[in-house]
């Protein structure tokens, strides 16, 4: 076994207790000596019995490694500070994250040489790996109540503080009475936005990755899957500005108008939103999610719109597909602990009604992924109108209320308010 080895397991058997201070599992131990001794030092500890050179030797004994015995020895008479067992463990967790990059680059390049498979796929399955490479060693998980209360606890002490300093994980929509039903959504979280065509799902999706990149300063990113960037630009100018979606679709700027296009252009610039349109397979999307995670630390990622998420090479149903697509996303909301927005589609089934959970396109995987819905329905056509009257209803709030909200749509600025 190497140094930081014998330091760390020196260490526990000067105190013990460091193994769950530190979260220390078997599998931070690369040497298998290693590897026993800490075994058989947690059959101690599971048996109530205090750690010491007897008690881990017999330990041993009963486990067939009565080798490992002079190996103990030599760790136990061994001088380490345990003022550095922290770095001892750090190194350790280093050196195991060293290594499942390595494995992951080794993958990565045997996969490219099977031309079989699409380069996408094999990009998405390599950053997978180097993003639970990035995170560490795997730890040891106590799931026992008294061993996670007391992280639990922890955890709601630093919210309660971000709350009293302004600082929260939670996301809100920024459209206050909806806030008020829907409550912060919570990273790892599947928010689902539905609705018939021309209702605006796009517009209350692009104003949530909008106030959450201009307002909050989160990091977000829009997945347009119809519209070009420009067309998107174009959206998020006229949202917060003065100017007309029709203006600035007809080049009806003038030299006067400039300054205040500049001003707000500047504002939008500085914000941390990126911006994807074209084509997008299942890979390609989770591939560029995991970059933005790893490049500007996502927090919200939205996409517009699911039924345009393609699984190249599928020949199942079509509800299979968009329940494998609808899977996949909350799978990696939870995995990359950021918040993904999905717009939806609602079935004819709901045309000229207001619409239930039910009504969801293609898939009832929707609804069950999802942790939030939010289903928009126009209460008039708003035809020769500045503003369309549309309800947002909570179906589904797996950590709240559900709940309904009426919304005027201002179609020449493509933005919701609240009248």
Same mark, same amino acid.
């Given at each position: ?31 298998? $000596? ?12 599971? !048996? ?11 330990? @041993? ?9 002079? %190996?103990?020895?030599?760790?136990? #008479?061994?001088?380490?500070? /345990? ?6 463990? %750090? ?23 099977? *031309? ?42 630093? *919210? ?5 300093? %302004? ?9 206050? &009475? ?17 609705? =018939? ?13 909008? +106030? ?15 519209? *070009? ?28 108008? @400039? ?14 939103? #990126?911006?994807?349109?074209?084509? +997008?397979?299942?890979?390609?999307? /989770?591939? &560029?999610?995991? &970059?933005? $995670? ?12 699911? %039924? ?9 149903? &079509? ?7 609808? =899977? ?14 999905? $717009? ?36 008039? !056509? ?30 020449? +600025? ?6």
């Amino acid at each position: 076994m190497n140094d930081h080895e014998s330091a760390v397991l020196s260490g526990i058997m000067i105190d013990s207790d460091v193994v769950d201070v530190h979260v220390i599992g078997p599998e931070l131990f690369f040497d298998s $000596c290693a590897r026993a001794i800490f075994v058989a030092i947690q059959s101690v500890r599971a !048996k109530g019995v205090v750690v010491d050179l007897i008690s881990v030797a017999d330990s @041993l004994r009963a486990a067939g490694h009565a080798d490992l015995i002079v %190996g103990l020895a030599n760790v136990t #008479s061994s001088i380490f500070s /345990t003022g550095n067992f922290a770095y001892y463990v %750090g190194e350790l967790r280093e050196a195991k994250r060293r290594d499942a990059a390595s494995l992951a680059f080794r993958t990565g390049l045997e996969g490219l040489a099977d *031309k079989s498979r699409a380069a996408t796929e094999i990009v998405d399955e390599a950053e997978r790996s180097l993003t639970a490479a990035i995170r560490g060693a795997p730890e040891a998980d106590d799931a026992t109540i008294g061993g996670l209360l007391p992280k639990y606890l922890h955890a709601l002490g630093d *919210k309660a503080k971000a709350l009293r300093e %302004g600082r929260s994980e939670e996301i809100e929509i920024g459209l206050t &009475r909806l806030d008020g039903v829907l409550g912060g959504v919570r990273p790892g979280e599947v928010v689902v936005i539905a609705a =018939r065509p021309n209702v605006g799902k796009t517009v209350l999706a692009l104003s949530i990755a909008a +106030h959450a990149a201009l307002d909050l300063n989160r990091p977000s990113a829009f997945f347009s899957l119809e519209m *070009k960037r420009d067309d998107v630009i174009e959206r998020l100018i006229s949202a917060r500005s003065s100017f007309t979606l029709a203006q600035l679709r007809g080049g009806q700027v003038t030299a006067k108008d @400039l300054p205040a296009l500049e001003v707000v252009a500047g504002r939008i610039a500085k914000a941390p939103l #990126s911006i994807y349109d074209g084509d +997008h397979g299942l890979p390609l999307l /989770t591939s &560029r999610i995991r &970059r933005e $995670c790893t490049l500007r630390s996502l927090r919200l990622a939205a996409i517009d719109y699911l %039924g345009l998420v393609d699984v190249r090479g599928s020949k199942a149903a &079509r509800w299979e597909v968009i329940g494998e697509v609808s =899977r996949s996303l909350k799978i990696l909301a939870i995995e990359l602990n950021i918040v993904i927005l999905v $717009c939806v589609q609602i079935n004819r089934d709901g045309d000229g009604k207001e619409p239930v959970l039910a009504n969801l396109r293609d898939s009832g995987a929707i609804e069950q992924d999802a942790d939030r819905v939010i289903l928009l329905h126009g209460l008039d !056509k708003g035809e020769g109108q500045s503003f369309r009257r549309v309800v947002a209803i909570v179906a589904k709030n797996r950590h709240g209320a559900r709940g309904r909200v009426e919304l005027l749509l201002e179609g020449s +600025h493509v933005r919701f308010v609240e009248g």
